[in-house]
């Protein structure tokens, strides 16, 4: 069974960066995809950005891009995401997904960590 778990939330100052981070076992395939996704105070969850084994670094939400950077470690099973200017919209909780996709738009992600609190105040 894929284990992921999330770290890096926190209660920041508008304006304040956080880095998040995602660490879990490794899907025994050729092909992957892995993700962040977000669920505000009485919203829908939405996708951030996802890498995968053929496209690299995508994006779900364009509006995002600029603040939000996803990145990979290759020395451990990691990926982080990197948000700057953080407003209080950013106020969610932020999730790691994967699955056994070549690419991110391939189907809904099966594995789902626990989740990391954002908080943005002032």
């Known amino acids: 069974q894929v284990q992921l778990v999330e770290s890096g939330g926190g209660v920041v100052q508008p304006g304040g960066s956080l880095r998040l981070s995602c660490t879990g076992s490794?899907?025994?395939?050729?092909?992957?995809?892995i993700g962040w996704f977000r669920q505000a105070p009485g919203k829908e969850r939405e996708g951030v950005s996802c890498i995968s084994s053929s496209h690299g670094v995508t994006y779900y939400t364009a509006s995002l891009k600029g603040r939000f950077t996803l990145s990979r470690d290759n020395s451990k099973n990691t990926i982080y995401l990197q948000i700057n200017n953080l407003e209080p919209d950013d106020t969610a909780v932020y999730y790691c997904?994967?699955?056994?996709?070549?690419?991110?738009?391939?189907?809904?992600?099966?594995?789902w960590g626990q989740g990391t609190q954002v908080t943005v105040s002032s």
């Open positions: 490794r899907l025994t395939l050729n092909y992957w995809a």
């Open positions: 997904a994967t699955d056994a996709y070549p690419q991110c738009d391939s189907g809904e992600m099966k594995y």
